[in-house]
Each structure stands twice: as C-alpha cells, then as structure tokens.
C-alpha cells in the first residue's frame, strides 16, 4: 500500500511539474507501481496474506469468547494464570528444597552405600 502512495504522490508531482520530479524519466515515476504489484504478488502466491487474515480471525474469535466467558462470569483465563503461578511456586519450592537437602553418600560400583568416613 504503501508504494502505491509514494507512486500517487511521484505521479501527481510529475503531472504538476512540482519540484525535481518534472525532469525525472517516468520509468522512474512510475517504479513503486511495479513495486506494488510485485510485492501482491509475492503476498499472494507465498500465503503470507492468508495466514496473516487467519491469524486475525483467529485474535477476533478469542478475544469473543473472552467476552462471553467474562460476561458469564467465568473468567478461565484467570484461573489458568493462577494455576500458572502456583505451579511455579511449587517447582520453585521443591527446587530449593533439594538444594538444601544434604548431598547423598556415593554408591559403589556394587551399588551398595559405602561409608565416606575413611577409618572406616
């Protein structure tokens, strides 16, 4: 879209004889329309378009169901947060708490627990 602008605006200061544009070529004025077209072009034929219109349908419809839920009363997403932080808090937790716990005795190669005390 934006070529397009910039072709208008190069064409109509062109046309008018405004500025530098009168002395330019007119392949040169006329090149953001080229640009225009080959840029839809590649839009088009790659999906990029598509998938950007689907990834908007796709915002549009979750943020309808959040309406609806809110409106309901049942905010889920709420509570997934608060699920969210509560697992973390626990993992975090238990994180710690095997951090602090005392390093276990090595096992031997048997894999029986051998004493480090080297009198014994």
Not at 27 to 39: E, K, M, N, S
Not at 85 to 101: K, L
Request: a positive charge; aromatic letters at 8%.
């Amino acid at each position: 879209m934006y070529l397009v602008i910039v072709g208008v605006l190069l064409l109509a200061g062109k046309m008018s004889g405004f500025g530098p544009m009168a002395g330019w070529s007119w392949w040169l004025v006329l090149a953001p329309f080229g640009g225009a077209i080959l840029w839809w072009h590649f839009a088009d034929t790659s999906g990029w378009t598509k998938r950007r219109q689907m990834n908007l349908m796709e915002e549009r419809k979750r943020q309808r169901r959040q309406r609806s839920l809110a409106a309901l009363g049942l905010d889920v997403g709420r509570d997934k947060r608060a699920h969210a932080v509560r697992a973390e808090v626990a993992r975090r937790t238990a994180a710690a708490a095997a951090a602090a716990a005392p390093a276990a005795q090595p096992a031997d190669v048997d894999g029986q627990r051998r004493s480090v005390d080297p009198t014994l």
